[in-house]
C-alpha cells in the first residue's frame, strides 16, 4: 500500500483497488436487480459524485442521472437532524425507478429526509445505495439496500468525503489524524 499522499491522514482504511473492486461487485449486483429496467441514480451533492460516476459507468442496464444538494443545520438545542434541499432534481421521478446514491449514512436523519420528499413524487420504485455505512451512529432507522462499506465510528474522506471541502479527491477512504 501507498503511503498516504497527505500529512494529515492517519491511516487508509479502503484503497483505490479495494474501492473499484467493492463497486463491481455492487454494480453486478444493481445490474441484475434491474434487469429490464431504466435505473434513475440521484446523487446527493457533492459528497456522492466519486462514488455514482464509478458506479454508473459499471452498471449495465440504462441508467439515467440527475443531483440534488441539501443542507442540513443543526437546531437551536445544538442537536443535528434539519435538512432541506437547497438545489432540487432537474427531473420529475414521476414512474421511474430510482436509486438514490450517498457517500455516507451516519445518524440517518439526511436520508430520512430525503427518502420522505422523494416518495412524495411518485417514483415506480425508491431504493437507496450508500458508499459508506457507519452503523454504529444511527439514530434513525433507515433502510440501505446496498452499501459498499461499513466504517468505524471515525471522521473519514477521500473518494468524495471531505472535512472543510477537502479531500474530496483523494482516490482512496482515510482516517484523519484528530
Ligand atoms: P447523517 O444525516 O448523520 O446520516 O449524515 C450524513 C452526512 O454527514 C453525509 O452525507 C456526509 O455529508 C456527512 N458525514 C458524516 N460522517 C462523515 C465523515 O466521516 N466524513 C465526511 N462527511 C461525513
Ligand atoms: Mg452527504
Do not use: W
Amino acid at each position: 500500500m501507498n503511503p498516504p499522499a497527505t500529512p494529515n491522514v492517519e491511516k487508509i482504511l479502503f484503497t483505490e483497488e479495494q474501492i473499484a473492486a467493492r463497486i463491481g461487485e455492487l454494480a453486478a449486483k444493481i445490474s441484475r436487480d434491474y434487469q429490464g429496467k431504466t435505473i434513475k441514480l440521484i446523487g446527493v451533492l457533492k459528497g456522492s459524485i466519486f462514488f455514482l460516476t464509478e458506479l454508473a459507468r459499471r452498471i449495465d442496464v440504462p441508467v439515467k442521472i440527475d443531483f440534488l444538494g441539501i443542507s442540513s443545520f443543526s437546531n437551536k438545542s445544538g442537536a443535528p437532524g434539519v435538512v432541506r434541499i437547497a438545489k432540487d432534481l432537474d427531473e420529475s421521478i414521476e414512474g421511474e425507478d430510482v436509486l438514490l446514491v450517498e457517500d455516507i449514512v451516519d445518524t440517518g436523519f439526511t436520508l430520512r429526509y430525503l427518502l420522505q420528499t422523494l416518495a412524495g413524487r411518485a417514483p415506480n420504485s425508491l431504493a437507496v445505495c450508500a458508499f459508506l455505512d457507519r452503523n454504529s451512529r444511527r439514530i434513525v432507522q433507515v433502510r440501505l439496500d446496498y452499501t459498499c462499506f461499513e466504517i468505524p465510528d471515525r471522521f473519514v474522506v477521500g473518494f468524495g468525503l471531505d472535512h472543510n471541502q477537502l479531500y474530496r479527491n483523494l482516490g482512496y477512504v482515510a482516517v484523519l489524524k484528530p
